[in-house]
T-cell receptor, first 111, second 115 residues
């Protein structure tokens, strides 16, 4: 089964705008993590939200988690050109740190 | 800030050859992982490692793959006889704990090209 399945969007926004992307999953989770990947580079951990949390902030990032809908969203406020990247959500469905990644959302921020 | 490092950044090998990909996890982390990402596809879990033994492995991680922590700092992934379909970006990751917080921190990856 596909875990951490993002909405397959490619977002193109102007610098300063907000970017929102979504992720849905199928089974129960202990936590959900968001990662960023710049083209051809490694995965950078952005934020982890536990299953008993509904919202979490980190700088310009806001993550929400709705376990009843099995979905999460990542909001980047006041986007910058440097935010151009692919964003992945990853779940840990077995509670064993075996992350299951989605396909990723590509975000392009136009200066 | 501590980070996971990987060497080499790019490895080209011929089909059937053995390759060893190297990683240095963050020094106080206890759990180590390998993932791979075939071009244009999802990042896939390969294996997790704790206390000098494999904790979990995926169906991808067959007998051609092995992992080792040969000393106190390195963590290696060996592919015994590479196939064309092993061409991918291989990421090493580490985490401090199992029970939490368990953010996994990834290295920059090794791009493996099998010809």
């Amino acid at each position: 089964s596909q875990q951490g399945e993002e909405d397959p969007q490619a977002l193109s926004i102007q610098e300063g705008e907000n970017a929102t992307m979504n992720c849905s999953y199928k089974t129960s989770i202990n936590n959900l993590q968001w990662y960023r990947q710049n083209s051809g580079r490694g995965l950078v951990h952005l934020i982890l939200i536990r299953s008993n949390e509904r919202e979490k902030h980190s700088g310009r990032l806001r993550v929400t988690l709705d376990t009843s809908k099995k979905s999460s969203s990542l909001l980047i406020t006041a986007s910058r050109a440097a935010d151009t990247a692919s964003y992945f959500c990853a779940t840990d469905p077995g509670g064993n740190n075996r992350l299951a990644f989605g396909k990723g959302n590509q975000v392009v921020v136009i200066p | 800030e501590p980070e996971v490092t990987q060497t080499p950044s790019h490895q080209v090998t011929q089909m059937g050859q053995e390759v060893i990909l190297r990683c240095v996890p963050i020094s106080n982390h206890l759990y180590f992982y390998w993932y791979r990402q075939i071009l244009g596809q999802k990042v896939e879990f390969l294996v997790s490692f704790y206390n000098n033994e494999i904790s979990e492995k995926s169906e991808i991680f067959d007998d051609q793959f092995s992992v080792e922590r040969p000393d106190g700092s390195n963590f290696t992934l060996k592919i015994r006889s590479t196939k064309l379909e092993d061409s991918a970006m291989y990421f090493c990751a580490s985490s401090m704990d199992y029970a939490g917080p368990y953010e996994q921190y990834f290295g920059p990856g090794t791009r493996l090209t099998v010809t």
